[in-house]
């Protein structure tokens, strides 16, 4: 006798144990899958993070030499970033960071604030992320 032939003369002496068996893992499948977080348009954009400083009354000169290029110099080492870009307006400095599809979002974020909080700012300017 074969070790097949065993096995399926052991499912069918046994049927009630094979019937609840498949019910229990039917019930237990059709629960994780209630659970299960679906949605309906995943988001498939890249991570993307920035740094926006307000320094009211100042020049865009004054914004892009004293604010943005010490931003971006300071951000520029983080790994996994593809491309940042950055706009000063009057007052204003926007520096936007890409990162690649490979990127660990939280070690990302965490080392973007580590390096924001470690620069100096002149006085007035108030950096939010």
């Given at each position: 006798?074969?070790?097949?032939t065993?096995?399926?003369?052991?499912?069918?002496e046994?049927?009630?144990?094979?019937?609840?068996?498949?019910?229990?893992?039917?019930?237990?499948?059709?629960?994780?899958?209630?659970?299960?977080?679906i949605?309906p348009?995943?988001?498939?954009a890249?991570l993307?993070?920035?740094?926006?400083?307000?320094?009211?009354?100042?020049?865009?000169?004054?914004?892009?030499?004293q604010?943005?290029?010490?931003v971006?110099?300071?951000?520029?080492?983080?790994?996994?970033?593809?491309?940042?870009?950055?706009?000063?307006?009057?007052?204003?400095?926007?520096?936007?960071?890409?990162?690649?599809?490979?990127?660990?979002?939280?070690?990302?974020?965490?080392?973007?604030?580590?390096?924001?909080?470690?620069?100096?700012?002149?006085?007035?300017?108030?950096?939010?992320?």
């Amino acid at each position: 006798m074969s070790v097949f032939t065993s096995f399926i003369r052991g499912v069918i002496e046994k049927r009630v144990l094979v019937i609840f068996a498949s019910i229990v893992l039917l019930g237990l499948g059709m629960l994780s899958l209630s659970k299960l977080p679906i949605q309906p348009y995943p988001g498939v954009a890249p991570l993307t993070i920035q740094a926006i400083s307000q320094w009211p009354g100042r020049s865009t000169t004054e914004v892009e030499q004293q604010v943005t290029i010490p931003v971006e110099n300071a951000l520029a080492g983080i790994p996994g970033l593809q491309a940042f870009r950055s706009v000063s307006l009057v007052g204003l400095s926007v520096v936007t960071l890409k990162f690649n599809d490979t990127a660990d979002p939280f070690k990302a974020r965490q080392v973007f604030i580590s390096n924001l909080s470690n620069m100096s700012f002149p006085p007035g300017v108030t950096p939010k992320h």
